[in-house]
């Protein structure tokens, strides 16, 4: 079964003021956090607990296998 992610990521200040949010197609929060990172290059790697908490803390919805893996649509401010 795939699952609609929506994942809000803050990366606080003063490292940076960017957060956002990502729509991602996956089958679980593993396929959910890899699509993200591999995604966003500049993704900075000391942020990726706080990006583990949120993909498990974000909203989920099924969907129907038919939905390919993929990051949806990505926000970032």
């Known amino acids: ?5 929506l994942v809000n990521h803050f ?4 490292s940076s003021e960017y957060g956002g949010l990502w729509a991602v197609i996956a089958q679980d929060d593993d396929e959910c956090f ?3 990172t591999d ?3 500049g ?3 000391r942020f990726y607990v706080e990006l583990r908490e ?3 803390d974000g ?3 099924a969907l129907t296998d038919k939905e ?3 990051v949806v649509e990505s926000f970032t401010t």
């Open 54 to 56: 949120n993909i498990v």
């Open 39 to 41: 995604y966003d290059d």
């Open 1 to 5: 079964m795939k699952y609609l992610y």
């Open 34 to 36: 890899d699509l993200i």
């Open 11 to 14: 990366v606080p200040f003063p």
């Open 68 to 70: 390919s893996s993929r």
């Open 59 to 61: 909203q989920l919805f």
């Open 43 to 45: 993704f900075n790697e």
